[in-house]
């Protein structure tokens, strides 16, 4: 279930349906680092996750501490702080995701992902390690993936992986490999400009990185931590 996002459709308690507040869902993302971030309407909660054994087992929850402006956000945080602490059964019914703990049941339909290929990508941050730094103001970047093969257009320069006359990427789960084929022009532009095509060759140069996409958003991260926000 890794880079999928569920949003709640029911929500029953002692075999009765649970009101949640009003304007709100139950939302449970699994990241492709194996974590789960839950939220109820106000605070997040997250931690490691393990499906094994059809329980679902988050270790260390913790929760961030926003003041909720309805009091019964706050309850609602709790509730489903207390039923992940459960360690609740889980299933999969085709989209529907249906966890059960000792007295609750919450029904959960799968969120449509962004697509990888046929999308124009456009990078929102730079990512080195675990920080994200903002885009130069003006600047723009762009990264698709169409028909099997990249294209990039940074602050300056362009290029593809097509013009190599390399073969085209390969997909395994939330890796993309496509080696050293990618070509771009080699101009010389002003530093904001170059750093966009730096922050976007030291993204591929490995030619391999993982990808995760969380609805409109999608992270690039070679194995060196170096790495790319964009948005379609």
């Known amino acids: 279930m890794q880079g999928k996002v569920f949003t709640s459709t029911s929500v029953t308690e002692?075999?009765?349906?649970?009101?949640?507040?009003?304007?709100?869902?139950?939302?449970?993302?699994?990241?492709?680092?194996?974590?789960?971030?839950?939220?109820a309407g106000c605070n997040q909660l997250q931690g490691?996750?393990?499906?094994?054994?059809?329980?679902l087992a988050v270790t260390g929850l913790s929760t961030t501490e926003m003041a909720c402006p309805d009091p019964g956000l706050h309850r609602q945080d709790?509730?489903?702080?207390?039923?992940l602490d459960e360690k609740p059964s889980w299933r999969l019914d085709d989209t529907t995701l249906v966890l059960t703990g000792a007295n609750a049941e919450v029904v959960l339909a799968?969120?449509?992902?962004?697509?990888?290929?046929?999308?124009?990508?456009?990078?929102?941050?730079?990512?080195?390690?675990?920080?994200?730094?903002?885009?130069?103001?003006g600047v723009t970047g762009t990264i698709s993936f169409k028909d099997g093969f990249i294209h990039v257009q940074g602050g300056c320069n362009s290029g593809s992986t097509e013009v190599s006359g390399a073969g085209k990427y390969e997909v395994d789960g939330q890796t993309i490999t496509?080696?050293?084929?990618?070509?771009?022009?080699?101009?010389?532009?002003?530093?904001?400009?170059?750093?966009?095509?730096?922050?976007?060759?030291?993204?591929?140069?490995?030619?391999?990185v993982t990808f995760e996409i969380d609805r409109d958003t999608m992270i690039l991260r070679n194995a060196n931590g170096a790495g790319l926000q964009l948005r379609k």
């Open 178 to 208: 496509f080696g050293d084929s990618l070509v771009t022009t080699a101009m010389m532009c002003d530093e904001d400009k170059m750093k966009m095509d730096g922050a976007i060759h030291d993204t591929l140069a490995l030619g391999e």
């Open 110 to 137: 799968a969120e449509p992902q962004a697509s990888l290929e046929g999308v124009t990508w456009t990078v929102e941050g730079f990512i080195t390690k675990d920080v994200v730094s903002s885009v130069p103001e």
């Open 48 to 55: 490691p996750v393990a499906l094994g054994g059809g329980k």
């Open 14 to 39: 002692q075999g009765k349906p649970r009101t949640l507040v009003e304007g709100t869902r139950i939302e449970l993302r699994f990241t492709a680092d194996g974590r789960l971030i839950a939220t």
């Open 78 to 83: 709790e509730w489903l702080s207390g039923l």
